[in-house]
């Protein structure tokens, strides 16, 4: 007996009616997108290794998806590598390239790649699936699509205003209220590492602190003092982890605390623009929160971090997230490129909507109407009928055979059709077709013309 087949783990398939939900999600991210003047563009599947390698850091690499080398590639392969066990230098010569780990590092090498063909400030948009060998999970899959938008070779701050403004847009059309997108500074984190005196443990103390909300006040302190950060730098913390009011007052508190530091000072007048834009520019959806222990990709972004929460009676970690970084393109040797991107999370933007079951039933619409199929004639009859429909935007279909009404009609109710047409003998003689509803069963005679109008 032939083993059932199967899917790889961390891997998907998508009925038609979850490609139906998720592009209705793409569908408003790329008109948002387009209307905000983000330019579309796509990237390969895959890159060479080098392109991808040593961009993430030891634990990003150790995710990124390697591809043979075609043909023979042991061949090629330095037997002392094989004899070591040497797992990297193997890698390195069976494997030239790997898939995408994310959008941003083979958008960092488009840009360099066409820096001349390209406009500067470009602001660009980007949906494509992206793989990780990571540990599948709720909200976590092997392969996922990213949603990003981005622009690059601007400093201006106003930049990181506007994609505030898309997300609410997004989440606003996507009716998801209570969204919470959360600010905070890389420069504020260098300040606070500086006048704790842990600037030296800058990255260890942002790790630890980035996970109060898992772990707690006590589990950041303890595994801070695992890293070698001192008790006297842990007090000095203390008046950060208390900070109470809006995100400007909280703002006004913590310029006094880093008063000593000019950096972290600097942090701060950022931040301040950025919500005092928004007294003025009110967000439709979203609510804009100051998280001073926010510290995602700490080592990638160098000035405001973004991350998106769900509304809060849904269980679910970040729905996106981004930052400003200002030399992104520095890795593929073009300095001083600033820019500034977000992306959103497809795959747990969908669960949310979901739970909160906010799909339009518009969505979850597929075939308006079906032809009952009585022969050959009456299938020629109804093709006609159908090229009209169809030229109008009305999704219809024939039933392939002529098999018993029972059979077809129960078909139209299984696949949730809400009507079917009955187009027999004597429809044809009167140049007619009879209507039913399949949820009230009642049935009516109409024209063509007068169909067009019943759908419209």
Known sequence: MAQKPSIPKGTRDFSSLEVSKRNYIMDIMRTSFKNYGYQPIETPSFEKSE???????????????????????????????????????????????????????????????????????????????????????????????????DVVGSKSLWQEVELIQLYDDIFNQLNLEGVIIKLNNRKVLSGIAEVIGAEDKLIDFTIALDKLDK???????????????????????????GLKGTPVEKLVALKEILSTSVTGLKGIEELEFIYEAFQTLNLKTANLEFDVTLARGLNYYTGAIVEVSPPKEVQLGSIGGGGRYDDLTGIFGLKDMSGVGISFGLDRIYLVLEELNLFPPAVLANTKVLFINFGDKESLYAMQAMTTLRKNNIACELYPDSAKMGKQMSYADKRTIPFVILAGEKEINSQSFTLKNMKSGEQSEYSIQQLLEVFK
């Open 51 to 149: 392109t991808l390698m040593g961009k993430y850091g030891e634990e990003g690499d150790r995710l990124i998806f390697k591809i043979l080398n075609s043909g023979d590639f042991l061949k090629k392969t330095d037997a002392a590598f094989l004899n070591e066990k040497n797992s990297l230098k193997v890698t390195s010569s069976i494997s030239e390239k790997a898939l995408k780990y994310d959008l941003t590092v083979p958008f960092a090498r488009y840009v360099v790649q066409y820096q001349n063909d390209l406009t500067f400030p470009f602001k660009r948009s980007q949906i494509q699936p992206v793989w990780r060998a990571d540990r599948p999970q709720k909200g976590r899959f092997r392969e996922f699509y990213q949603c990003d938008a």
């Open 215 to 241: 772990i707690g006040e006590e589990g950041v302190k303890t595994e801070m003092l695992q890293k070698g950060i001192t008790e006297e730098a842990l007090e000095k913390l203390k008046p950060l982890l």
